[in-house]
């Protein structure tokens, strides 16, 4: 299919793209790099009066650390990300999501950002967002402001984005000691949205018990779910498989999941759980080999 008629605007700098946000407001969708958008074009369901084409924004495209934390530009590829020896040293959850999404003709269009404005709820890179703490930076012409990853998404393709506004940068801290990250999902077949996708962290303390555990589940609802170890099923406790079996278990129970052509709710729970597992087994071990580094 064809996309609808719409003007296309190529703005040249972050000033010039708020203003005509301002403009359109809801009338306008942003293109980066286009991976979501042309499909929900080509097909109709989007039918907006302009596309704000950010690829000459260059003032968007930076990846740098900065005071702790690794810092996306807007228009940084996905595929940029995953080859960065940068990311890989600094956010290591991050880096091994990354080769997840889809193939690789995605990720050398698809963006960092744009993913996480998108907010499909079974894409990868929301469940590392919210897994870490990440910060999204938000402008629109009446200024900026800074929304934690567990306030920015709201529900189905729907992130606290209000019409005039752009995801500049996100915001990830860098890896801490004593701990470790992992990511697993299963697809039907490569490049598949997965049925269900885990991120989970371990960090020890010096008597290397669990100091804190944390879970974050795609694929099975709106939006990600984060499941931290309030009950204290992991922490304080040494990281065995039993322990770490058992908070995959109430991890897994503690929310609904959403059935689909694709899974049944029974199936995607039952899945949760054993990539819980799994997940958490990688990063407990990553977590011992940082301990002694």
């Known amino acids: 299919m064809k996309p609808?008629?719409?003007?296309?605007?190529?703005?040249?700098?972050?000033?010039?793209?708020?203003?005509?946000?301002?403009?359109?407001?809801?009338?306008?969708?942003?293109?980066?790099?286009?991976?979501?958008?042309?499909?929900?074009?080509?097909?109709?369901?989007?039918?907006?009066?302009?596309?704000?084409?950010?690829?000459?924004v260059e003032e968007l495209d930076y990846l740098h650390r900065e005071d702790g934390w690794l810092a996306v530009g807007a228009l940084v590829r996905q595929r940029t990300a995953e080859l960065s020896a940068l990311v890989t040293a600094t956010c290591p959850l991050l880096a091994e999501a990354l080769p997840f999404i889809g193939h690789?003709?995605?990720?050398?269009?698809?963006?960092?950002?744009?993913?996480?404005?998108?907010?499909d709820p079974a894409a990868e890179l929301g469940a590392v967002a919210l897994a870490l703490g990440a910060e999204l930076r938000i402008q629109s012409a009446r200024g900026t402001r800074t929304v934690p990853a567990e306030q920015f998404f709201v529900s189905y393709l729907t992130t606290a984005?209000?019409?005039?506004?752009?995801?500049?940068?996100?915001r990830f801290p860098a890896a801490r000691p004593?701990?470790?990250?992992?990511?697993?999902?299963?697809?039907?077949?490569?490049?598949?949205?997965?049925?269900?996708?885990?991120?989970?962290?371990?960090?020890?303390?010096?008597?290397?018990?669990?100091a804190e555990a944390r879970?974050?589940?795609?694929?099975?609802?709106?939006?990600?779910?984060?499941?931290?170890?309030?009950?204290?099923?992991?922490?304080?406790?040494?990281?065995t498989p039993q322990a770490m079996n058992a908070f995959a278990e109430r991890a897994a129970a503690s929310f609904e999941a959403e059935p689909d052509i694709h899974a049944s709710a029974e199936y995607r729970r039952e899945l949760a759980a054993v990539l819980a597992e799994r997940a958490l087994q990688s990063a407990a071990a990553r977590s011992q080999n940082a301990s002694q580094t």
């Open 4 to 56: 609808p008629p719409f003007e296309y605007h190529a703005p040249a700098t972050v000033a010039e793209t708020l203003s005509l946000l301002r403009h359109f407001g809801d009338d306008a969708k942003v293109l980066a790099g286009g991976q979501s958008l042309m499909p929900l074009l080509n097909f109709r369901l989007a039918r907006p009066a302009a596309i704000v084409d950010i690829n000459g």
């Open 104 to 119: 690789f003709q995605i990720r050398n269009r698809g963006t960092v950002v744009g993913s996480l404005a998108h907010a």
């Open 161 to 170: 984005l209000v019409p005039d506004e752009l995801l500049v940068e996100a």
């Open 178 to 210: 004593r701990t470790g990250y992992a990511f697993a999902e299963f697809a039907r077949r490569h490049g598949d949205f997965a049925l269900v996708g885990v991120a989970a962290i371990v960090e020890q303390d010096p008597a290397q018990r669990c």
């Open 215 to 239: 879970l974050v589940f795609t694929g099975v609802g709106p939006v990600p779910i984060l499941c931290s170890d309030e009950q204290g099923v992991l922490r304080g406790e040494p990281l």
